[in-house]
């Protein structure tokens, strides 16, 4: 508690952030070595079907279809993910407490927080 207490009120702003983000992280971590990726879902099952007339139609021209492509847009979307947020909030929270006990002036503070946040955030989607 003397650690919190010594904090300014800027670096309890931003200790705020990171530490719960941190542990979030690092449970993630933790269940990436365990095993526990996103893509690892499989699920197995046994039975019987019988498909024969299910899927019955006529197949002349194909080349109305889609090529079945990830669209470019889809890129941006990964620097929004869970782990990429919990990454940003991490690095960017630990780098304003640092910041703001180097004495530095509150924009600054904040500019380097968001950019270590931001790349951060960048490296990891």
Do not use: C, K
Request: aromatic fraction near 12%; hydrophobic fraction near 55%; proline fraction near 2%.
């Amino acid at each position: 508690m003397d650690w919190w207490n010594e904090l300014t009120q800027l670096q309890r702003f931003f200790a705020m952030a990171a530490i719960p983000a941190t542990a979030i992280m690092l449970i993630q971590f933790l269940l990436l070595i365990l095993g526990f990726s996103h893509d690892d879902g499989d699920l197995d099952f046994d039975g019987d079907t019988e498909l024969q007339d299910a899927f019955d139609s006529d197949l002349d021209d194909l080349s109305d279809g889609s090529d079945g492509g990830l669209h470019e847009s889809a890129d941006a979307l990964r620097l929004f993910s869970l782990r990429s947020i919990i990454a940003f909030l991490s690095v960017g929270g630990w780098m304003g407490v640092a910041a703001a006990g180097w004495n530095l002036s509150m924009p600054i503070v904040f500019l380097l927080a968001i950019t270590a946040g931001w790349l951060a955030l960048y490296f990891v989607a």
